[in-house]
């Protein structure tokens, strides 16, 4: 065991209040690690609430403990947010580890007189937590989750220390940042975690299902136009992208959460090494980049575009107009075009 969890652990032997919060517009992972770290902290007698930074998209409803998340950004949950943040002895910051990547919820945290944790994956670190359990090589944070209470509870039985819903949260978030077990992340580890799970009974099919599988005709409207209105293919740079203003995210009545996923059908497209969607929301550009093999789209979206993340996945914002952040994209094509070229 290492110091870190061992302080961590001494910590814990008496109860605690404690904050479970995430990155903005949160996905699987940041979602489903957060339960499931959470709802293990509640089974140990502390007093747990998650907050969100912001509304998170319709598929992930589901997760259990999903019911009692506060979200930071709705204004009838925001005072009880800061109140309870206010009162905390531990915040665990999960799937993030820079504090811009919360919103206005950064500030708060960042002020807070309780000590803070990170459990995450991504690259870059910021120093604001006393205690990091931090592994970029992690194919995901639901991974690190799962292998930080195993070390904890050396000893016992899985079906002793993760009930169903803890196994479903953390299951979501594997499956969700390996792409179904299909990208470069995956390794002997996240198979070996995800069988571990399965042996609580946990029915992995349905997750997929319900995560996949259930989006409102309407998606499937939006991703069709999407394609065929708005992929556009660069070959000379094997780049796709596509653009979508906030007019057209309107027409189609498009939540947040809606547009996840829809950058990663750029790399679908024969020799495509990168694909970037840029969106155009509240004023704002959020920016997703994809690629494959050795190229790193998380140096374009570090350089060029106030983010980051991993190499294969990164993104980034702007204050737009939308149409200058294309054009920037475009002038830094050329830079980038040998490194694009030579990806195997
Ligand atoms: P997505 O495109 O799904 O929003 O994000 C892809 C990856 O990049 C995720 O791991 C996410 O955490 C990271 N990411 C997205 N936006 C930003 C950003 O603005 N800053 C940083 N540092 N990372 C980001
Ligand atoms: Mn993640």
Same mark, same amino acid.
């Given at each position: 065991?290492?110091?870190?969890?061992?302080?961590?652990?001494?910590?814990?032997?008496?109860?605690?209040?404690?904050?479970?919060?995430?990155?903005?517009?949160?996905?699987?992972?940041?979602?489903?690690?957060?339960? @499931?770290?959470?709802?293990?902290?509640?089974? +140990?007698?502390? =007093?747990? $609430?998650? &907050?969100?930074?912001? !509304?998170? %998209? #319709?598929?992930?409803?589901?997760?259990?403990?999903?019911?009692?998340?506060?979200?930071?950004?709705?204004? @009838?949950?925001?005072?009880?947010?800061?109140? +309870?943040?206010? =009162?905390? $002895?531990? &915040?665990?910051?999960? !799937?993030? %580890? #820079?504090?811009?990547?919360?919103?206005?919820?950064?500030?708060?945290?960042?002020?807070?007189?309780?000590?803070?944790?990170?459990?995450?994956?991504?690259?870059?670190?910021?120093?604001?937590?006393?205690?990091?359990?931090? !592994?970029?090589? #992690?194919?995901?944070?639901?991974?690190?989750?799962?292998?930080?209470?195993?070390?904890?509870?050396?000893?016992?039985?899985?079906?002793?220390?993760?009930?169903?819903?803890?196994?479903?949260?953390?299951?979501?978030?594997?499956?969700?940042?390996?792409?179904?077990?299909?990208?470069?992340?995956?390794?002997?580890?996240?198979?070996?975690?995800?069988?571990?799970?399965?042996?609580?009974?946990?029915?992995?099919?349905?997750?997929?299902?319900?995560?996949?599988?259930?989006?409102?005709?309407?998606?499937?409207?939006?991703?069709?136009?999407?394609?065929?209105?708005k992929l556009v293919v660069l070959p000379e740079y094997r780049t796709a992208y596509m653009v979508l203003t906030e007019d057209e995210?309107?027409?189609?009545?498009?939540?947040?959460?809606?547009?996840?996923?829809?950058?990663?059908?750029?790399?679908?497209?024969?020799?495509?090494?990168?694909?970037?969607?840029?969106?155009?929301?509240?004023?704002?550009?959020?920016?997703?980049?994809?690629?494959?093999?050795?190229?790193?789209?998380?140096?374009?979206?570090?350089?060029?575009?106030?983010?980051?993340?991993?190499?294969?996945?990164?993104?980034?914002?702007?204050?737009?107009?939308?149409?200058?952040?294309?054009?920037?994209?475009?002038?830094?094509?050329?830079?980038?075009?040998?490194?694009?070229?030579?990806?195997?």
């Open positions: 065991m290492n110091q870190t969890i061992e302080e961590l652990l001494a910590f814990l032997t008496s109860p605690q209040k404690i904050i479970v919060t995430m990155h903005r517009d949160p996905d699987a992972d940041a979602l489903g690690s957060s339960l @499931g770290w959470a709802r293990y902290l509640s089974g +140990k007698g502390h =007093e747990v $609430t998650v &907050i969100s930074p912001t !509304d998170y %998209s #319709a598929n992930l409803k589901w997760l259990p403990g999903m019911d009692q998340v506060l979200v930071f950004e709705k204004p @009838g949950q925001n005072s009880l947010s800061k109140k +309870k943040i206010k =009162e905390a $002895t531990l &915040i665990c910051c999960l !799937d993030f %580890s #820079a504090l811009s990547r919360l919103k206005d919820l950064g500030k708060v945290v960042e002020q807070a007189e309780a000590i803070k944790m990170v459990i995450d994956h991504h690259l870059g670190p910021e120093d604001f937590a006393k205690w990091m359990i931090w !592994d970029t090589v #992690a194919a995901a944070t639901a991974q690190l989750v799962y292998e930080t209470i195993k070390t904890i509870e050396v000893g016992k039985d899985t079906t002793e220390i993760f009930d169903l819903d803890m196994a479903a949260c953390l299951y979501a978030g594997i499956m969700t940042d390996t792409g179904s077990f299909r990208h470069s992340n995956v390794t002997p580890q996240v198979h070996l975690a995800v069988a571990d799970l399965m042996r609580t009974g946990l029915d992995t099919s349905r997750v997929h299902r319900l995560i996949y599988d259930s989006a409102p005709l309407s998606r499937l409207q939006f991703l069709g136009y999407v394609l065929s209105q995210l309107n027409k189609f009545n498009s939540s947040t959460g809606e547009t996840e996923g829809i950058v990663n059908y750029g790399l679908q497209v024969e020799n495509v090494v990168m694909s970037a969607l840029f969106i155009e929301r509240k004023g704002e550009v959020k920016i997703s980049f994809r690629s494959v093999g050795t190229f790193s789209v998380r140096d374009v979206a570090s350089t060029y575009f106030n983010g980051g993340g991993h190499k294969n996945a990164s993104g980034g914002k702007t204050d737009g107009p939308v149409t200058n952040t294309v054009d920037q994209f475009l002038s830094i094509l050329p830079e980038y075009q040998e490194q694009l070229l030579s990806v195997e």
